[in-house]
């Protein structure tokens, strides 16, 4: 007696004809997606969110620039107390005056000593005496060297130096010293060409005392009295040491 197997599952042939219709489906629905729009609308509103970002972060960049220019500060970082020039204050119990602005974004201010330093006791004093600005012209040598010179940056000969005074007055305050240029004096109101410091304000004026410029090299410029001036560099008659400081912010009391 002959037996029957019946077949069960798909075909070869019916597999290929389901696959052919789902084929022809996706077409049609990507056909119909297409012909809509609704990739180039799609793509249309990411740019539109990337153009309006952009604007608004351009928006936001001008507050905050329009901001800084009226505080004078960096909206979001660390503010500090803002000093204009001639400003007063006081540093471990001596006053000085403030010889360039300082806004509330610069951590550092930079100082000029009220009186001239008495070069033993290293402390202002109205009775401090005056000092030879070198012992040696030590800058004549340097090579290409123009004029004025700030010998500021350059080694001094001596510790005795006026230079290396107002260095170790400015460490002993907290902070680096130096002495004043002539080109700080000028920025002031001073004038080198008629040896003039009286149209600066009153305070650059109320003592006698080296800058830390070279006229040329032997001599060196001075205030004298409402006068920008230059003098021999061994002179120790007429002028002092009152040097200019730069600290932190937070040493002023």
């Known amino acids: 007696m002959k037996r029957t197997h019946k077949q069960n599952g798909i075909t070869l042939v019916a597999l290929v004809i389901t696959i052919i219709i789902l084929l022809i489906l996706a077409g049609i629905s990507i056909s119909a997606l297409t012909n809509q729009g609704l990739f180039t609308q799609a793509q249309n509103a990411k740019n539109l969110t990337e153009e309006k970002t952009a604007e608004e972060n351009e928006i936001l960049k001008n507050y905050l620039e329009q901001m800084n220019a009226i505080t004078g500060g960096t909206s979001g970082g660390t503010t500090y107390t803002a000093y204009a020039v001639g400003d007063q204050v006081t540093v471990g119990g001596e006053s000085f005056y403030v010889i360039k602005a300082s806004s509330t ?61 107002a260095r170790a007055y400015g460490t002993a305050k907290g ?44 001599f060196v410029w001075n205030v004298s009295s409402g006068y920008l001036f230059n003098y021999n560099f061994s002179n120790d008659i007429y002028y002092g040491v009152r040097p200019v400081i730069e600290i932190s912010k937070s040493l002023i009391s």
């Open 175 to 218: 902070g680096t010293g130096r002495l004043m240029t002539v080109e700080e004096v000028v920025a002031l109101g001073g004038d080198m060409d008629n040896y003039d410091s009286s149209a600066c304000p009153s305070w650059i004026n109320t003592s006698n005392y080296w800058l830390g410029s070279a006229d040329n090299p032997n």
């Open 105 to 165: 974004s610069e951590e550092k201010v930079t100082l000029l000593a009220a009186k001239n330093i008495d070069t033993t006791t290293m402390l202002q004093s109205y009775s401090a005496g005056t000092v030879a600005f070198s012992s040696t012209n030590y800058w004549s040598t340097i090579e290409g060297i123009t004029y004025p010179y700030d010998l500021n940056n350059t080694a001094t000969s001596a510790d005795t130096d006026a230079i290396a005074k």
